[in-house]
């Protein structure tokens, strides 16, 4: 029965792919970084035009650019009020000469600029002020047009405060409509979707958005890592070029600190920040970086510029991976899993998670992929090849640890 299973799954992935949003972007899935983490605990929900700046300046020489990252977004700090017109307007301390100047200064270091705006009437976060911050509801056309003149090139809608008048707004005809605004602009603008997963938007936000949420917020702790994981087991049959799924945001490195946003306040270990990243690639999730990338640990650095898990995520294939195998841990009460991801030239990205607090072996039988014959290994976190094996590769893992290989059939060349 398990095999059936695990042929079931390789099935999936192999035929999977979602009619998407016809705007051209996100043939691969983006990569880019985003304020929500960097000046304070995240959500604290504060930028200004010199951190953005800065950051540009950073990612534009730390390798980041070099690896594909290509997105400067602003979360739910940066607006403040509607003028007479109706038009929105960018807090004027945070950006005292407005958002343009801020937008060529990143475009000018090689990158695009985004944007956030919620669907309701109003933002989630007031981000420190006395009142509440505007929201696209009834202005969706003016904003779409507005950003687009402004040259924003990423648009994020969240979906708070989305009661008007006693009427709760429904995400199904929201979405859609702002959709359909952006795509008026006549400028392409990739357009991330974010309702938390709670309408089960894979199943029906392809046409309309190039990523969508797919659970709650991803917080810098490890149980929500897992749980986001957990959300994300069996979807990736609804993702595919010009639409994925969207567990949130990568939090390696560690939120800053409030008394000292200069520094890391790390919720989890650099260990579960390489099985986070790792599990994301192989789902062929957004890329979007929260943390302070000014100030780089030298974990971040290893995690964030693997170009060898960033391949895996990046590949044109453009088939999401998924969970294909699980089962109890010896002496322990979480798992032991086996992830993989579909790549073009019929190789594989293979990840073995150990989800537990013990050490595991895990093994890997080729026959899971479908392989009969030997196959060719390369760690894709050592950067090593290994050669070749037959049947079967094992491998210890340590606690809430993954490792992660490229799977490819041995050909003539290959052979020892």
């Not at 702790?221 to 957990?230: N, V």
């Not at 567990?247 to 986070?276: R, W």
Request: net charge negative; hydrophobic share 40%.
């Amino acid at each position: 029965m398990a095999a059936r299973v695990v042929d079931a799954l390789l099935i999936t992935l192999l035929l999977s792919g979602a009619h998407a949003l016809d705007n051209g972007l996100a043939l691969t899935p983006p990569m880019g970084w985003n304020t929500w983490c960097t000046l304070g605990y995240c959500g604290y929900d504060r930028c200004n035009a010199q951190e953005v700046m800065s950051i540009a300046d950073t990612m534009a020489t730390n390798g980041m650019k070099e690896v594909g990252y290509e997105y400067i977004n602003l979360d739910d700090c940066w607006a403040d009020h509607r003028d007479a017109d109706g038009t929105i307007v960018p807090d004027e301390t945070r950006f005292p000469g407005g958002l343009v100047p801020v937008i060529q200064y990143v475009n000018a270091k090689g990158f695009k600029f985004g944007l956030y705006t919620d669907g309701g009437v109003y933002t989630c976060n007031k981000g420190g002020r006395p009142y509440n911050i505007p929201g696209s509801y009834g202005y969706y056309s003016q904003d779409a047009q507005t950003y687009a003149s402004w040259g924003v090139e990423y648009v994020k809608m969240d979906w708070c405060n989305h009661e008007v008048n006693g009427t709760t707004l429904d995400p199904k005809v929201q979405y859609p409509e702002m959709s359909k605004a952006l795509n008026a602009t006549g400028k392409p603008i990739l357009f991330n979707s974010c309702e938390w997963g709670e309408d089960e938007p894979w199943e029906w936000m392809a046409p309309y958005a190039n990523t969508w949420r797919s659970g709650p917020d991803h917080e810098d702790l490890w149980i929500s890592t897992m749980t986001i994981i957990e959300q994300n087991v069996g979807l990736s049959s609804f993702a595919g070029p010009g639409g994925w799924n969207d567990p949130d945001f990568i939090m390696t490195g560690g939120q800053a600190c409030t008394l000292n946003p200069s520094e890391h306040c790390p919720g989890q270990t650099d260990v579960e920040y390489k099985s986070e990243f790792s599990i994301w690639c192989l789902l062929a999730a957004p890329l979007i970086v929260v943390t302070d990338i000014r100030n780089m640990t030298s974990a971040m650095r290893d995690i964030l510029l693997n170009q060898d898990m960033i391949a895996v995520n990046q590949d044109k294939l453009g088939k999401a991976g998924d969970r294909i195998a699980i089962w109890p841990c010896v002496q322990d009460t979480v798992t032991c899993q086996i992830w993989a991801k579909p790549l073009v030239n019929n190789n594989y990205a293979v990840g073995l998670f150990n989800s537990g607090f013990l050490t595991h072996s895990i093994t890997l039988q080729f026959k899971l992929l479908n392989f009969t014959g030997s196959v060719y290994l390369r760690d894709l976190w050592q950067h090593q090849d290994l050669g070749v094996f037959t049947e079967s590769f094992t491998v210890d893992v340590e606690p809430h640890g993954i490792e992660v290989y490229k799977v490819m059939p041995v050909l003539p060349s290959m052979a020892p």
